[in-house]
């Protein structure tokens, strides 16, 4: 077991994350994407924790996953109030802020 | 040899539920992938022997925050219609990874060349951590709790519906 694989891994799964993020619209993939890539900065983290025979990488991963935690229920209550507002959840009709915006 | 096949499993089913959910149309299919993704990574820090970690993903990450989104995507409900029209997902996606893929194989070599092996070590107990916790890192555990508490003050009122304009407008033609 070489910390290789785990290295591989969480840049696969950050850049997995990135490519979900840009590409697509739908905004609760846009969050899970953000979620995905802040997760695969906690595996390398925990990765780089149980190399150095240190366990401060754990505790720091630790308080991502609380920051994780915030950001998720701040992210969902903005979709569900753009929802509300727009009957939307296209990333792309988001125009609110937009001089001139029509349906504002 | 049962770590690595333990770990291949595992990321073989993180790697398809995280390509689910950026590829899946439907928002509740891409949800549960995010699960299997987010059950994997709990199981990859058992792997990296921090029992604390794997536990605290499994508690907050797939107990409170999937089970959250689940919740809000079938509270939203956007039907077909509402749900975006992304003609040219797959392409998109494409030329993302290829422009991405040179920065994952760079992000892999420079962290791969750092260090080789593990160190032999015990396991990080919880016990380990909670005293690191609530000595060299109290005050970032405090000012997590201030943010956590930030954050759901936060959530309600940007969650809350907007009632007040028309009631007042209501209240007004009334009068």
């Known amino acids: 077991m070489t910390p290789e694989l785990f290295f591989l891994l969480a840049s696969i799964l950050f850049s997995i994350g990135l490519v979900g993020l840009v590409s697509r619209r739908n905004l609760f993939v846009l969050y899970m994407s953000i979620e995905l890539m802040l997760s695969a900065v906690n595996l390398l983290l925990a990765t780089f924790s149980k190399v150095l025979n240190d366990a401060d990488g754990s505790v720091i991963a630790l308080l991502m996953i609380a920051v994780i935690a915030a950001e998720a229920a701040l992210f969902l209550a903005m979709i569900v109030h753009i929802y509300r507002s727009g009957r939307t959840i296209d990333s792309d009709k988001l125009n609110k802020l937009r001089e001139g915006a029509q349906n504002a | 040899m049962l770590e690595i096949s333990i770990f291949t499993i595992l990321a073989l089913f993180m790697l398809g539920g995280s390509i689910a959910m950026i590829t899946n149309r439907q928002t509740l299919f891409s949800a549960f992938g995010f699960l299997i993704t987010m059950i994997g990574l709990g199981g990859m820090f058992a792997l990296l022997d921090s029992r604390f970690l794997a536990l605290a993903q499994i ?117």
Do not use: C, H
């Not at chain 2, 079938?74 to 993302?96: G, I």
């Not at chain 2, 760079?106 to 005293?131: D, N, R």
């Open chain 2, 59 to 175: 508690m907050v990450s797939v107990g409170a925050v999937v089970i959250l989104s689940m919740l809000t995507i079938l509270t939203v409900n956007a039907k077909n219609e509402n749900l975006p029209y992304e003609p040219n997902k797959y392409k998109w996606m494409f030329f993302t990874a290829l422009l991405v893929s040179p920065f994952t194989f760079l992000m892999y070599k420079s962290t791969s060349a750092l260090y080789q092996s593990f160190s032999t070590m015990e396991t990080i107990s919880s016990k380990v951590l909670g005293k690191l916790l609530f000595s060299d890192w109290v005050l970032p555990f405090e000012i997590v709790s201030i943010l956590l508490l930030t954050a759901m003050v936060g959530a309600v009122v940007i969650a809350r519906k907007e009632r007040r304009k028309k009631e007042r407008r209501k209240s007004e033609e009334r009068s």
